[in-house]
């Protein structure tokens, strides 16, 4: 069966080929995920003061959840949504932060300047993206590829969006297990704040 989704498909024919296209894109990724890149970011990450992450349209959202992962286990990480305000943060940098950009096609403008920018000002420079020869892989100092598969409904970031959100969780998790103890304790700082402000039910 063809992941690209046709006009004639029905409701279960389009849920059958998007769960087959996402599926695809995580083990796809998976199998070729750099394992001694992934682990110098993960380091990087982990020796950072500050923690910048940056993407536009569907790849603001995988920067952002990675900020907010970090967040939760103490990590000083900042996302930033608009274009102008990431490029003059990144000129601030210096080396004792990183910067995270991602951009499945490596070639978004606003995202690779932001990169190319903090790099510029001293900082670590970690790159996610599909391509390893794109323009923004050449501003990271680590390239985390992933191997997404798009259909015809690119514009949605269908299979890149799944597969930048996996690498964010390996690096998020990396982070976490080399800092066991204070992460452990910072997620059930953040949870216990968090449940409490559930609605009690009488």
């Known amino acids: 069966m063809s992941g ?8 279960e024919g389009i849920v059958s ?30 020796a950072a003061r500050r923690i910048d992450t940056f993407g536009v349209g569907a790849s603001a959202l995988v920067g952002l959840d990675l900020q907010q992962k970090l967040s939760r286990i103490g990590r000083t990480a900042i996302n930033w949504h608009d274009s102008h305000s990431a490029w003059t943060s990144a000129a601030t940098l210096d080396s004792g932060c990183v910067a995270v950009a ?36 050449g501003a990271a100092d680590v390239t985390l590829t992933t191997a997404a598969r798009e259909t015809r409904f690119r514009s949605g970031a269908l299979g890149s969006r799944i597969a930048q959100l996996m690498v964010v969780d390996c690096l998020f998790t990396g982070v976490a297990q080399a800092s066991y103890d204070a992460s452990m304790e910072a997620l059930r700082n953040t949870y216990a704040v968090v449940h409490d402000r559930r ?4």
Do not use: Q, Y
């Open 4 to 11: 690209d989704i046709d006009r004639n498909d029905s409701l």
């Open 102 to 137: 991602v951009s499945h096609s490596g070639a978004t403008v606003d995202t690779v300047e932001f990169l190319a920018i903090a790099r510029k000002a001293g900082a670590a420079t970690v790159a996610i993206t599909n391509f390893r020869e794109s323009p923004l892989a």
């Open 17 to 46: 080929k998007v769960a087959m296209n996402e599926t695809l894109s995580i083990a796809d990724t998976a199998r070729m995920l750099d394992m001694e890149a992934l682990g110098e970011a993960v380091a990087r990450l982990l």
């Open 199 to 202: 609605v009690k039910r009488p």
